[in-house]
């Protein structure tokens, strides 16, 4: 009920005070469930790709957000999984597969934290490891103009414009040669933030983008 009761009240606040432009929402499936990996720039970006989604949504955030107990009971009724930045949580990662296998949206940034830089940052294993248990698509997700809005130790939100763009989702079985390790899960992660890259940088998609083989000379890991 909070849940809807902030996203309702951020469509009509985002429009006019951000001038928001959201492109290809459509391409996000309409049930199951589904991985929304996204760029992360500002304390914005989670009610933005929250907002836009149609479908209600769920999030991991850093776990010492819930010190504070009135913002972690916040956090927790806006569906907020606590996640330690340290090592992988395993209640956290249970509780994330169990999301996704109830046909829910999970909205992860693979780079862990806020990239104070323009440039897209490294992308931790977590998000391969929970794809590849999971097995559900994942929706890359680009915004552009929140850190401008708000960026890192900032006090006050601008009225500056935002715009995200969803790409289409990407099913497991287009990764080639993924044997299920901790390096994987890294390439994993990494080929999804080239796709996100690529929706920066409004070029098409490759099919060689999740082949993962090794040894292979590409540009799709970084």
Not at 132 to 157: M, T
């Amino acid at each position: 009920m909070i849940f809807l009761a902030f996203k309702y009240f951020f469509r009509l606040l985002f429009p006019i005070y951000f001038r928001w432009k959201v492109t290809g929402r459509e391409k996000v499936p309409a049930s199951g469930g589904v991985i929304v990996a996204a760029n992360h720039t500002s304390f914005l970006d989670p009610p933005l790709v929250g907002t836009a989604l149609i479908r209600q949504a769920y999030f991991l955030a850093r776990q010492d957000l819930f010190r504070f107990r009135p913002f972690g009971w916040l956090l927790k009724s806006l569906n907020t999984i606590p996640l330690s930045r340290d090592r992988t949580s395993v209640a956290s990662f249970r509780a994330a597969v169990k999301i996704l296998s109830s046909g829910n949206q999970l909205v992860i940034f693979p780079e862990g934290t806020r990239n104070k830089e323009e440039k897209l940052g490294p992308a931790r294993a977590g998000l391969g490891l929970l794809w590849f248990k999971s097995g559900v698509p994942v929706v890359p997700v680009y915004i552009s103009g929140a850190q401008q809005a708000f960026p890192p130790g900032s006090r006050w939100i601008r009225p500056r414009k935002i715009s995200i763009v969803f790409g289409d989702p990407i099913r497991i079985e287009e990764a080639v040669s993924v044997r299920g390790n901790k390096v994987d899960y890294k390439r994993l992660s990494q080929a999804v933030m080239k796709r996100i890259e690529r929706l920066r940088e409004q070029k098409p998609a490759k099919e060689t983008d999740f082949d993962l083989t090794p040894n292979r000379s590409n540009d799709n890991l970084r």
